[in-house]
Structure formats: C-alpha cells, structure tokens
C-alpha cells in the first residue's frame, strides 16, 4: 500500500489504538461526573476493524493524489540496471525497464533491531507493531524496551487497558526527540498511569521476563543492573530506513558505485 511506516503501521493507526484506549478510561471514570455508564470492556476485533477502516481512508486519499497529479504507481521490486534505469519485478512476475534522469531512494523502513543485544531474536519477544495489531498477547506485567516516539506510545496504550509497564531507555529521559507539546501530554499520562521510567540504559541482553543492562551515563561503570520479573517484554525501539545498511555497508554508497559502473 501507498503510505509507508506512518500511515500503515505507524503514526496514524496508533493514533487510532491510544484514542479507543482512552476512550475506554473515560468512560470507566464517567461517574466523576455524575454520569452513570456501565462497561463491559473493549472489542478489540471491531477496534482493529476501525483502524483499517482509517488508515484505508487515507490510503485511498494518497492514491487519489498521485492520480490526481497523474503519477505513474508501480507495483513490484526494483533494482537498478544501469546507472539510468530500473528493472521492476511485477507481482505477476513480469519485468519492466524503467529509465530515469535521477532517482529518489524512499524505501521506507523497517522494525529497529540490534543484532548485538544477546537474545533479541527469541520468539519470546514481543514487537511493538504485533502489540498494536493484535497478532501477539501481552501479560500483566510488561517491560517495554525503548523509550523513543514509538516506545512510548506503545507503552501508553498497554497501560490504559490496564497492564503494569515499564519502560528502558538508552538516553537520559523518555521521549527526548518527541516534541515539546507532544511531550507535555505523553509524560501526562505516563504520572497518570504509574509507568515506571528506567533512563540511561544501555540493554545488553533481553531475557524472558526481562533485561540485563549496564550505566549508560557513566561508561567507568562496568556493572551488570537487572530489570526482572516481567510477564512480557516488548520490543520497541522504534524504526530504521530499510536502505541504512545492506551487508553493514552505507547503501547508498554502494549505489552510487553501482552506478558509476
């Protein structure tokens, strides 16, 4: 689909999760104000339902733009054949020769994932995104890794269906690059819902019910500190662009030799 990370798995359908999330809250509280209403719980089928309904709005809001401002989509897989020209692979299987004067590399991205952390490829790991969507079920207590825009939001959201959370984050604070309004709000409900907030620490390995990790802040100590007794981790450390690294080498250097060829 047209949209990228932000408009099929990011931004936008979070957005959508953290509003019925709310919504929910509220409505348990209605009798603050003296409105009777009785909950029965959330239907998290017909809550994703919305989500796709959204974000299928706005992807058929793009699409009508590109062809609005007649703009040739092409579905497949790309590669470069020369240094003036792709070749597309067509879900059908067919090629397409597609010349150019000059290319855009916007490939999106992916879920961020450091190879380097021991045991953050066990199947016992949750990801954010399949949290969001879902596809994978969450225990009471949860320990979310990563503490960026996507990290917390995902933290939010378990906590206002009730979840126990904690979050572990590399930098000094949760959400530094999040904007200041943003932000405002975000440690808002952070207080409201007790999310516990663990800040500079750097993750060394991830464990079934949680992390080791050592001073991120203070690079002479060499100590080994604990965050254990969690029911689930989640991964979420947000994402990186899919062209970033191929083979550990920058891309878009390699591209560029390509096409001097």
């Known amino acids: 689909k ?12 979070t957005k959508v999760l953290l509003h019925a999330a709310e919504a929910l809250t509220e409505a348990k509280h209605m009798d ?5 209403v009785s909950v029965n719980g959330i239907d998290w089928k017909a809550v994703q339902s919305r989500k796709e309904a959204v974000t299928n709005q706005l992807v058929n809001g793009v699409t009508g733009l590109m062809k609005a401002n007649k703009i040739r989509v092409i579905e497949g897989t790309a590669s470069f054949a020369s240094k003036t020209a792709l070749e597309v692979v067509k879900k059908d299987g067919t090629k397409e ?5 000059k290319v855009i590399l916007a490939t999106g991205s992916e879920t961020l994932v450091l190879p380097f952390i021991k045991g953050i490829y066990s199947p016992e790991i ?3 995104i399949d949290c969001l969507e879902g596809k994978r079920h969450v225990g009471h207590k949860v320990l979310v890794v990563g503490g960026g825009m996507v990290g917390a939001e995902t933290a939010e959201f378990l906590a206002e269906q009730g979840h126990e959370v904690a979050v572990i984050e590399m930098r000094d604070a949760i959400g530094p690059d999040v904007i200041h309004e943003h932000r405002v709000y975000l440690m808002k409900a952070f207080e409201e ?3 516990r907030q663990i800040t500079s620490a750097a ?3 991830i464990l079934p019910d949680g992390v080791k990790y050592k001073n991120a802040a203070d690079s002479s100590d060499q100590t080994i500190y604990e965050a254990r ?3 689930t981790v989640v991964l979420s450390m947000g994402f990186v662009s899919r062209y970033t690294h191929r083979e550990g080498q920058d891309v878009v250097y390699d591209f560029a030799d390509e096409l001097r060829k």
Do not use: A, K, R, S
């Open 2 to 13: 047209l949209g990228g990370t932000c408009l099929n798995v990011g931004c936008i359908p």
């Open 32 to 36: 603050n104000l003296g409105i009777q």
């Open 97 to 101: 020769n597609v010349p150019f004067d």
């Open 126 to 128: 949750v990801h954010g």
């Open 193 to 195: 819902y007790h999310i």
């Open 203 to 205: 993750v060394q390995e």
């Open 229 to 231: 007794g969690f029911d």
